[in-house]
């Protein structure tokens, strides 16, 4: 398995309309990337909403090479182009990795 963290960061009165996130954009990233092995994504928001961090989402891949066909996809356009309707952030992505 490989994981990529999207971290939204800002404070109380940067736009991010959680609705929208979690009803439209999960499953428009989950319809676009599944086919290309993404396996689940999960999202957590910080209990402080000072400044720092808005939302997290834990996209859990297959394997690497799924995370690179699902960047590379079709769809990707579509999933960036939907970001402004939920937020004006501009996400942050992390490859997570095991401590060895």
Known sequence: MAV????????ESTRFDRGYYRNHHLPLVMQCWKQ???????VLYPEDLGKGT?????????DDAAIKASFE????P???????H??????TQTRAVPLS
């Open 54 to 62: 808005i939302a997290i989402c834990e996209c859990k891949f297959r």
């Open 36 to 42: 290309h092995g993404l396996e689940s994504l999960s």
């Open 86 to 91: 939920f937020t004006d952030v501009t996400p």
């Open 73 to 76: 996809s079709e769809g990707t």
């Open 4 to 11: 990529v963290y999207i971290t939204y960061s800002g404070d």
């Open 78 to 84: 579509q999933v960036m182009a939907d970001v402004k």
